[in-house]
């Protein structure tokens, strides 16, 4: 394995995460300016990058994946791209159970299209270099394992405003499911420290549903996973509550 490589690999999936060289720091215990320099001089210990696996929620043995898989691979749509989504939601679906690896017969049997128009679907994706079309209507998906979508751009947006509502007011199917709202305060470091645990916890449902992929389609459930936690933040009608500071007198510190 090439370590700049797997160096580039782990910069990368701390840039993905949200981690800041302040973040990375002090988890190692160094300066920012350390870390920026580690990462130039490609002089990181094994030690440290392993410090960093654990931080992202991975081992080494998953990083070195990472970094072997092939370097062209799509990491987001264009803004457009994602908007023609979101104008079809029959397209919608089908990219959503591509990303999941979902083979065609399985598409075909559990939603209602028609061969023709699911054809012209995977046709689109190919286009779009989500999938490499293969004989047959096998496929072969070229996303990378950063792949996003945009921030606030159409597909978050269509979430947001035609499905968390309804996902919010769904009950519980069963005893796996769960909802709860909690609001508390904490320290800086405390919600520093939720995050990085959320991101481990995205993690293990990502690597979950890659190690389920294989699975039959009629062995498997359609599951959705919603994190959300705001640091600094109160209900609106909270804030109109709060005290508004006093002005000082002039001439004080």
Same mark, same amino acid.
């Given at each position: 394995?090439?370590?700049?490589?797997?160096?580039?690999?782990?910069?990368?999936?701390?840039?993905?995460?949200?981690?800041?060289?302040?973040?990375?720091?002090?988890?190692?215990?160094?300066?920012?300016?350390?870390?920026?320099?580690?990462?130039?001089? $490609?002089?990181?210990?094994?030690?440290?990058?392993?410090?960093?696996?654990?931080?992202?929620?991975?081992?080494?043995?998953?990083?070195?994946?990472?970094?072997?898989?092939?370097?062209?691979?799509?990491?987001?749509?264009?803004?457009?791209?994602?908007?023609?989504?979101?104008?079809?939601?029959?397209?919608?679906?089908?990219?959503?159970?591509?990303?999941?690896?979902?083979?065609?017969?399985?598409?075909?049997?559990?939603?209602?299209?028609?061969?023709?128009?699911?054809?012209?679907?995977?046709?689109?994706?190919?286009?779009?270099?989500?999938?490499?079309?293969?004989?047959?209507?096998?496929?072969?998906?070229?996303?990378?394992?950063?792949?996003?979508?945009?921030?606030?751009?159409?597909?978050?947006?269509?979430?947001?405003?035609?499905?968390?509502?309804?996902?919010?007011?769904?009950?519980?199917?069963?005893?796996?499911?769960?909802?709860?709202?909690?609001?508390?305060?904490?320290?800086?470091?405390?919600?520093?420290?939720?995050?990085?645990?959320?991101?481990?916890?995205?993690?293990?449902?990502?690597?979950?549903?890659?190690?389920? $992929? $294989?699975?039959?389609?009629?062995?498997?459930?359609?599951?959705?996973?919603?994190?959300?936690?705001?640091?600094?933040?109160?209900?609106?009608?909270?804030?109109?509550?709060?005290?508004?500071?006093?002005?000082?007198?002039?001439?004080?510190?």
């Amino acid at each position: 394995m090439n370590a700049e490589k797997l160096l580039l690999t782990l910069k990368q999936q701390l840039k993905h995460k949200g981690f800041t060289y302040l973040q990375v720091g002090q988890h190692l215990g160094i300066s920012s300016s350390s870390v920026k320099r580690c990462f130039a001089d $490609k002089s990181f210990s094994l030690q440290r990058i392993e410090q960093l696996c654990e931080l992202l929620g991975l081992d080494l043995l998953q990083l070195m994946q990472l970094a072997a898989e092939p370097s062209v691979q799509l990491s987001e749509l264009s803004w457009q791209q994602e908007q023609q989504l979101v104008d079809n939601p029959r397209l919608l679906l089908v990219g959503v159970c591509l990303l999941n690896r979902c083979s065609f017969d399985d598409i075909y049997q559990k939603y209602e299209y028609e061969h023709a128009e699911l054809i012209g679907f995977f046709v689109v994706f190919d286009r779009f270099g989500v999938i490499e079309l293969l004989a047959n209507n096998r496929y072969r998906l070229k996303i990378s394992p950063n792949f996003t979508w945009h921030a606030n751009g159409p597909i978050q947006k269509f979430f947001a405003s035609s499905v968390l509502d309804n996902f919010l007011r769904a009950a519980p199917q069963n005893e796996a499911s769960s909802t709860r709202f909690l609001w508390a305060m904490l320290c800086p470091e405390s919600c520093r420290e939720l995050s990085r645990k959320i991101n481990h916890l995205i993690e293990d449902y990502l690597l979950l549903s890659d190690k389920d $992929k $294989k699975l039959p389609m009629k062995e498997k459930r359609s599951s959705s996973l919603m994190l959300a936690f705001n640091d600094n933040w109160e209900p609106d009608i909270f804030q109109a509550l709060q005290r508004k500071p006093k002005e000082s007198a002039r001439g004080e510190l």
